[in-house]
């Protein structure tokens, strides 16, 4: 589709807005002239001016990182007309620049206007120019990790468009901010690391001062906890509640996933993963666990034989919980943790409390149930507390484990 059209004697660049962006951006079309009666010349010259709308539709739109996208075209727009000699390229650059930068000064202000056009013309490094480099350098992090970081640093780089911007003292105001304004400690120990790796790259391309890390976060005293510390165990009275209210909303996969954690102390993760093969008549193992501790033989408690044994026999696909489907980083819990996350919400529980609370209540009630701490370590999965055990035992056997796993039992 051609992007220019003859006006009297001279070419324009032309594009049409969208129908759903033109009361936003005031206008039903872009319209550019390219100062040349030639129409060859002019389809050389139409390229970048065209590109460059188009990325500003893109950030109009909303889409992600749209406008360091567009700041990374102007800044070559530019390096390009200058590098070849080509005045009349340039020339209209300049004007499209100075256009968008009034635009920019209508709606962000001056300060972003005059910023934008710095990095634009090259005064300044767009932050997001070592983005690709640095992201191929993760690679090696499991994709969930990668994902994080890429959102992190992508924040990091909206936030501040230029190298140049990141001081340290606009990074702790920035910082604090985030602080103040409902971001957990551990998201913000989280977010600080990303920026930290990005940061090591900058400075292994000579993009930054070597040693001179801008982010520093040091979390309140009161906060310096581990994630899970954050997780609370629900009461004991609370956990029959959960599986009933998912059997009355007709989740009946839900509820017997509810009472199979209740009652095993297993990670949600590990209990969608089981086959039909990993069940035996009075145990279940899981074999693939976040740690070596975590892969063990698990005493199938009485309250659940008989659901497990159903579910075993109606399996259609291999799995105890059959129908879940995987996600793009394998995990076949996903969607049926969000049931969990809407239910527990619902019955007013907070975020404090998720499925892994339910491995919490279990270990509560095993020590008040006089069961040893090591003897729990085996059943639920967990590093022994002590040496001798923990790095001499072989576990307890099933029939210790399961004795006392029935020791547990759930207000009904």
Same mark, same amino acid.
């Given at each position: ?5 003859? &006006? ?9 807005? $969208? ?38 539709? &893109?950030? %109009?739109?909303?889409? $992600? ?58 005064? &300044?490094? +767009? ?8 992201a191929a350098s993760t690679s090696h992090l499991a994709q969930k990790t990668q994902d ?30 985030? %602080?103040?304004?409902?971001?957990? $400690? ?32 040091? $979390? ?12 609370? +165990?629900?009461? +004991?009275?609370? =956990? ?51 740690? %070596? ?10 309250? =659940? ?16 919980? %059959? ?21 527990? #919400? ?65 207000? #009904?």
């Amino acid at each position: 589709m051609s992007h220019i059209e003859k &006006r009297r004697n001279l070419w324009y660049a032309t594009l049409k807005v $969208p129908e759903a962006l033109r009361e936003k951006l005031g206008k039903t079309k872009f319209l550019q002239s390219l100062g040349t009666p030639d129409k060859r010349r002019a389809e050389v010259l139409a390229g970048p001016v065209i590109a460059l709308w188009k990325a500003e539709l &893109r950030q %109009a739109e909303g889409e $992600p990182d749209a406008v360091q996208e567009e700041l990374k075209l102007w800044r070559r727009t530019m390096a390009e007309a200058r590098g070849q000699g080509n005045q009349e390229a340039e020339a209209i650059a300049h004007g499209m620049l100075q256009d968008r930068a009034q635009e920019l000064a209508k709606i962000r202000g001056t300060e972003t206007a005059e910023h934008f056009g710095d990095v634009a013309l090259g005064l &300044r490094t +767009p932050s997001i120019e070592h983005l690709d480099g640095w992201a191929a350098s993760t690679s090696h992090l499991a994709q969930k990790t990668q994902d994080q970081a890429a959102k992190d640093v992508k924040a990091l780089l909206a936030k501040f468009p230029a190298i140049e911007d990141m001081t340290a003292t606009a990074a702790r105001k920035w910082v604090d901010h985030l %602080a103040k304004t409902g971001t957990s $400690p551990a998201s913000l120990k989280r977010m600080v690391s990303f920026w930290r790796s990005y940061w090591r790259y900058l400075e292994s391309v000579d993009a930054v001062t070597p040693n001179a890390f801008p982010f520093v976060y040091r $979390p309140p005293r009161a906060a310096r906890k581990t994630v899970g510390d954050s997780w609370v +165990p629900f009461a +004991p009275a609370d =956990v029959p509640r959960l599986w009933k209210a998912a059997e009355e909303g007709g989740d009946v996969a839900l509820a017997d996933l509810i009472r199979l954690g209740a009652y095993s102390g297993a990670r949600i993760e590990e209990l969608c993963s089981l086959k039909v093969a990993d069940i035996k008549a009075k145990s279940f193992t899981i074999g693939d666990a976040k740690t %070596a501790a975590g892969v063990r033989e698990v005493p199938l408690h009485s309250a =659940v034989a008989d659901m497990v044994k159903a579910r075993k026999g109606a399996s259609d696909d291999g799995y105890l919980f %059959a129908g879940l489907t995987f996600n793009k980083y394998g995990d076949r819990s996903n969607a049926i943790g969000k049931r969990f996350g809407r239910l527990k #919400t619902s019955l007013g529980f907070d975020a404090g409390h998720v499925f892994h609370s339910l491995r919490k209540t279990l270990v509560t009630l095993l020590e008040d149930a006089g069961v040893s701490e090591n003897l729990a370590a085996d059943i639920v999965g967990h590093e022994k507390p002590r040496i001798t055990y923990g790095l001499y035992s072989g576990g307890a056997s099933l029939a210790t484990k399961a004795a006392a796993l029935e020791l547990v039992r759930y207000p #009904t």
